[in-house]
Every structure is written in structure tokens, then in C-alpha cells.
């Protein structure tokens, strides 16, 4: 019995199956690398949507700023307010004070 027809046999379906195989892995590879390129262009897309839409850090910092100068301007106002209303409590404490005393 010669083994070699076999043998070539057994070999070639063993090299069609590795065809096979291998192109099943091609076709999966080139789907894997499409979608990364798909993800890719979307993080592009993202990035110049993130670019467009939000602040910058000196965008950020310079309303920051401007934030804490109206801050400054209303603790002002409040504190002048407090003292004039304390001078006008002052004068009427004074005055009624004044009248008291008078009779």
C-alpha cells in the first residue's frame, strides 16, 4: 500500500483549510481595522466639536476674574450701605437720646 497519495491528500486539504482559515483572519482584520478608523475619525470629530463648543483655560480664567471683580464691586456697595445705615442709626439713637434727655 503506498501511503504518499494519501499523504498529499491529507496535505491538501490540510493547506485549503489554512486558506480558509487565513482568509476568514483577513476578512476579521480588515472589519477590526475599519472600525478603528471609524473611531478614529469619530474622536477626530469630537475633538473639534470639544475645540468649538468649550472654554479654554484663559477663556475660563479671564470670566473667573471678571466674576470675582463684580464680587469685589457688590462687598463694596454692601459695606458702604452697612455704614451709612449704621451714621443713620447713630443720629437717630443721638437725636432720640436729645429728646429724652430734654424732658
Known sequence: MDLLPVIQ???AVLVLV?????????FLFMSV???AR?????????????????VTSKELTESIGALNQTI???IAAVNTNMEET???????????DTVAAGK
Do not use: Q
Open 9 to 11: 491528500a491529507i496535505w
Open 18 to 26: 489554512l486558506m480558509a482559515f487565513s482568509t476568514v483572519l483577513w
Open 33 to 35: 481595522r475599519a472600525d
Open 38 to 54: 471609524k473611531a478614529n475619525d469619530g474622536l477626530a470629530e469630537h475633538r473639534v466639536y470639544c475645540a468649538e463648543n468649550y
Open 72 to 74: 469685589d464691586r457688590l
Open 86 to 96: 449704621r451714621r443713620a442709626l447713630s443720629e437717630i439713637h443721638r437725636r432720640v
